[in-house]
């Protein structure tokens, strides 16, 4: 009878033991700071389709073209209502550039090494360390501002759930607000343009197809 009831009390002992190991491996938590490297633009898809709602030109189409070289320079494209344009981007240890773009790019050629993409005229895209509060400046000029608002441990959308989602906003001058959210080895997933209460436009993704292992 003894042996009956320490068997017992061991087995209810495990069950205890495999609820708490569960608990603790399905519990997320948001990370203080992330890197901004893993958060690159079209970079770990061949594909992404994006749908959108409230504006016509929301909803867009972005293809990988050339892979990072060993200076981390990369190429994709983005079709937006018929108009492609590619984006020139480089990966370096302090964030993502963009050092180039070429609108009504329609045969994907690779612009990488062209003048305009070998310049010296960049854009910052995102810094390599991001956490809440983090600022920077995107443009060719550095004339918009950015802030890192949130980093949401998780992010459902779309039956889908995202960890670690970088959310980023900036305020225009006339008051309406632009917010990204980011996936860490996807890129953009969900972006907002918010004109005031009543009205704004979102764009989310809709598709991706064929990892590119980067």
Known sequence: MTKIIKKYFQLVWLILLTITMNGQLTSVTA??????????????????????????????????????????????????????????????????????????????????????????????????????????????????????????AEFELEDITYYNVVVIESTFETGEVQRYYYAPKIGEIYSEYVIDESMSFTTTINILRGPTYQ
């Open 31 to 152: 990370q203080d700071a992330v890197s901004g490297l893993d958060y690159a633009p079209g970079l770990y898809y061949q594909f992404y389709d994006y749908s959108g709602e409230g504006n016509e030109f929301v909803p867009y189409k972005s293809y990988f073209d050339y892979a990072p070289d060993e200076a981390g320079i990369y190429q994709i494209s983005v079709d937006n209502t018929g108009t492609t344009v590619s984006y020139v981007y480089q990966i370096r240890e302090d964030g993502i550039y963009e050092l180039a773009y070429f609108p009504e790019s329609y045969e994907q050629n690779d612009f990488r090494y062209s003048e305009d993409a070998t310049d010296g005229i960049e854009a910052l895209f995102l810094p390599a360390s991001l956490e809440v509060g983090t600022t920077f400046s995107r443009g060719y000029k550095a004339d918009q501002d950015y802030v890192v608002t949130d980093i949401l």
